[in-house]
Protein backbone atom coordinates (compact mmCIF):
# COMPACT_ATOMS: atom_id res chain seq x y z
CA UNK A 1 0.00 0.00 0.00
CA UNK A 2 2.53 2.69 0.55
CA UNK A 3 4.49 1.61 -2.92
CA UNK A 4 0.80 2.58 -4.25
CA UNK A 5 1.17 5.81 -2.46
CA UNK A 6 4.33 6.97 -3.47
CA UNK A 7 3.77 5.79 -7.15
CA UNK A 8 0.30 7.81 -6.93
CA UNK A 9 2.86 10.82 -6.04
CA UNK A 10 5.60 10.56 -8.50
CA UNK A 11 3.04 10.05 -11.29
CA UNK A 12 0.69 13.00 -10.18
CA UNK A 13 4.21 15.01 -10.37
CA UNK A 14 4.90 13.56 -13.66
CA UNK A 15 0.91 14.27 -15.67
CA UNK A 16 1.48 18.08 -13.41
CA UNK A 17 4.68 18.87 -15.54
CA UNK A 18 3.84 17.81 -18.22
CA UNK A 19 0.78 19.57 -18.72
CA UNK A 20 2.74 22.90 -17.79
CA UNK A 21 5.58 21.74 -20.49
CA UNK A 22 2.93 21.19 -23.10
CA UNK A 23 0.96 24.50 -22.55
CA UNK A 24 -2.30 22.38 -20.92
CA UNK A 25 -1.99 24.57 -17.99
CA UNK A 26 -0.52 28.08 -17.42
CA UNK A 27 -0.43 27.94 -13.38
CA UNK A 28 3.87 27.74 -13.15
CA UNK A 29 5.47 24.27 -12.82
CA UNK A 30 5.13 24.26 -8.92
CA UNK A 31 1.99 24.91 -8.96
CA UNK A 32 0.63 22.20 -11.31
CA UNK A 33 2.69 19.58 -9.42
CA UNK A 34 1.22 21.14 -6.30
CA UNK A 35 -2.54 20.38 -7.53
CA UNK A 36 -1.82 17.30 -8.47
CA UNK A 37 -0.67 16.30 -6.03
CA UNK A 38 -3.31 17.32 -4.25
CA UNK A 39 -6.00 15.56 -6.44
CA UNK A 40 -4.38 12.06 -6.64
CA UNK A 41 -3.79 12.04 -2.34
CA UNK A 42 -7.65 12.68 -2.27
CA UNK A 43 -8.65 10.41 -4.84
CA UNK A 44 -6.05 7.46 -3.54
CA UNK A 45 -7.87 8.30 -0.30
CA UNK A 46 -11.10 8.06 -1.62
CA UNK A 47 -10.72 4.64 -3.08
CA UNK A 48 -9.27 3.08 0.21
CA UNK A 49 -12.41 4.29 2.11
CA UNK A 50 -14.77 3.70 -0.38
CA UNK A 51 -13.33 1.45 -2.90
CA UNK A 52 -14.62 3.85 -6.39
CA UNK A 53 -11.78 3.66 -9.21
CA UNK A 54 -11.00 3.28 -12.49
CA UNK A 55 -9.07 0.25 -12.48
CA UNK A 56 -5.46 -0.30 -12.06
CA UNK A 57 -3.31 2.69 -9.38
CA UNK A 58 -1.90 4.21 -12.22
CA UNK A 59 -5.02 4.99 -13.96
CA UNK A 60 -6.41 6.73 -10.87
CA UNK A 61 -3.16 8.46 -10.48
CA UNK A 62 -3.38 10.07 -13.79
CA UNK A 63 -7.04 10.88 -14.52
CA UNK A 64 -7.80 12.57 -10.94
CA UNK A 65 -4.47 14.56 -11.32
CA UNK A 66 -6.10 15.69 -15.07
CA UNK A 67 -9.71 16.39 -12.95
CA UNK A 68 -7.37 18.44 -10.03
CA UNK A 69 -6.10 20.89 -13.13
CA UNK A 70 -9.17 21.04 -14.87
CA UNK A 71 -11.63 21.75 -11.69
CA UNK A 72 -8.70 23.73 -9.13
CA UNK A 73 -8.32 26.68 -11.75
CA UNK A 74 -11.45 26.93 -12.80
CA UNK A 75 -12.95 27.37 -9.62
CA UNK A 76 -10.51 30.56 -8.12
CA UNK A 77 -10.76 32.43 -11.64
CA UNK A 78 -13.79 34.99 -12.21
Given at each position: ???????????????GYIS??SGFT????LQSI?????????????????????????????????????????????
Amino acid sequence: MFMVLMGTVVIAGIVGYISEKSGFTHNGYLQSIIICVGGAFLFYFVRIMFGIGFGSAGMNAILSSIGALIIVPFHWRK
